[in-house]
């Protein structure tokens, strides 16, 4: 595998501008008071309560995701590149969802094959004609983001169903600003406390055209058994909106109302964090009991916003993903400006037999997987867990993609045995509304703790860090 790139050393032994500020705080620091204020970050995360659930896991039920207390700095000359390139990549997300239920354009342009459209599990046939509110599906993006060199950021994949981890974003800035105000102090740090507001302003402009002037938001979470609902709560807070569950709605006259202590209430915008399986049992899973029976007739009548819309998940298939590029070129006329990694779709003959040949050297990717799991990753895999891999993707090739192993930056991390470099990538939140798109300076940067690790997910062992964009 290629030697990763740096993001704070140049080889030659010179430091990046971006980095040489903390580079120089570092040498004044001494490694005991590191230890004491990673250790004070993590009583404060404690505290806090920011834990997430493991599924399957025995040991545990809850775990604190590890935080590493040396941030990530970036130019703001390379935010504003990633920033271009972001704004595109959602904007056609955007359309591609649009097109798909409506006209179907790209599919008579045979830029992508109908049947990965149409025998996709996640795709919604009842979302066919459906209008949304200005267009807009992916109200908010999660967008991973890694880096193998100087001039490129590489899309990994797209999140446009219910992207997590904006809550770790958020506290871990907070959690530094109060044990490194002297580091801060040297560093014009591009703030990302505004995110609430530019979210719950996002939420607001896309609201049905019946809603009051002064629009109701309200958060659907599954409830407490869900690992993500630190964050739910975490948010409802700082938008100051209802958090709710789905006994907590009622559909009258399609129309959607939560039940308050003063009666009924009605309820314009859904962030809704309940994947569409289980939003509604009268048209999706009839055993769902954490949906609202009768929302997709009050989303059909054009009285309530669902954010993101249902029918989302279609744009981030990893099969799907492998289109991006054609998809930007083919909606905007662009060139893309963020690259994709090269995919082997499986489901093609000739990838296939690439794939099976080669298959220590990749990494191969569930098409609907997430956080990690379901994964191979070639070079750190074992013969045994290879041929079962290979038999996997013999049986259902169409389930699969494969991409080359990428040698992801690195970043300085705390570790054990003092600061060493560990590999990373970027999460930014991409929100659109009726307007505009906005994403704030930075992002969760998710790191691997592991020595020679290239998993970052926090349900594989990975860490957070704190994202700063130089206000230049």
């Given amino acids: 595998m290629a030697v990763a790139f740096d993001e704070m050393?140049?080889?030659g032994g010179d430091l990046?501008?971006?980095?040489?500020?903390?580079a120089r705080w570092l040498k004044e620091t001494p490694p005991e008071a590191l230890e004491y204020r990673r250790q004070e970050a993590e009583l404060l995360f404690r505290r806090i309560g920011i834990t997430f659930a493991v599924y399957g896991d025995s040991e545990s039920t809850e775990r604190l995701i590890p935080f590493d207390v040396i941030p990530r700095i970036m130019s703001g000359k390379e935010w504003a590149l990633l920033e271009k390139g972001?704004?595109?990549?959602?904007?056609?997300?955007?359309?591609?969802?649009?097109d798909i239920?409506?006209?179907r354009d790209i599919l008579r342009a045979e830029i992508v094959p109908g049947d990965l459209i149409f025998q996709n599990p996640v795709f919604r046939p009842e979302m066919n004609g459906q209008q949304v509110p200005h267009d807009v599906y992916v109200h908010i993006a999660g967008i991973d983001i890694v880096r193998v060199d100087a001039e490129d950021f590489i899309v990994l994949e797209d999140n446009a169903r219910t992207p997590s981890g904006v809550s770790y974003m958020l506290e871990n800035r907070e959690i530094m600003m109060r044990l490194f105000p002297d580091l801060f102090a040297r560093h014009k740090v591009a703030p990302v406390e505004r995110y609430p507001d530019e979210l719950l302003a996002a939420l607001r402009s896309v609201a049905p055209l019946s809603a009051s002037s002064e629009p109701t938001v309200a958060l659907l979470t599954p409830g407490v058994y869900n690992s993500a609902y630190y964050e739910h709560s975490f948010l409802a807070d700082k938008l100051g909106i209802e958090l709710v569950e789905g006994r907590d709605l009622i559909v009258k006259n399609n129309e959607v109302f939560m039940r308050t202590t003063e009666g009924l209430k009605r309820v314009d915008v859904i962030y809704r964090r309940v994947d569409d399986d289980f939003l509604d049992p009268l048209t999706f899973r009839p055993d769902s009991v954490l949906g609202v029976p009768g929302l997709m007739s009050a989303y059909a009548a054009g009285n309530i916003t669902l954010?993101?819309?249902?029918?989302t998940g279609i744009a981030d298939d990893k099969a799907i993903y492998s289109y991006m590029p054609d998809i930007v070129?083919?909606?905007l006329g662009e060139e893309p400006i963020l690259k994709n990694v090269p995919t082997w779709r499986c489901r093609e003959p000739k990838d296939l037999a690439y794939v099976l040949d080669n298959l220590s050297e990749l990494v191969v990717k569930e098409v609907h997987g997430s956080g990690g799991y379901g994964m191979l990753i070639g070079p750190a895999a074992t013969k045994a867990t290879i041929e079962a891999f290979r038999d996997k993707l013999k049986r259902e090739p169409e389930g699969f993609i494969a991409q080359p192993t990428l040698a992801l930056s690195t970043c300085p991390t705390c570790t054990a045995s003092g600061l060493a470099p560990r590999h990373v990538d970027l999460r930014p939140f991409v929100l659109t509304g009726s307007k505009s798109t906005t994403i704030v300076p930075g992002g969760l940067t998710r790191v691997a703790l592991k020595e020679g690790s290239l998993v970052v997910n926090s349900s594989q062992g990975g860490g957070t860090k704190d994202t700063w964009i130089l206000d230049e």
């Fill in 9 to 11: 050393n140049v080889a």
């Fill in 307 to 311: 954010a993101n819309a249902v029918g």
């Fill in 329 to 331: 070129k083919f909606y």
């Fill in 86 to 98: 972001l704004k595109q990549r959602v904007r056609a997300l955007n359309m591609f969802l649009r």
């Fill in 16 to 22: 990046r501008p971006a980095y040489r500020e903390l």
């Fill in 101 to 103: 239920y409506h006209g």
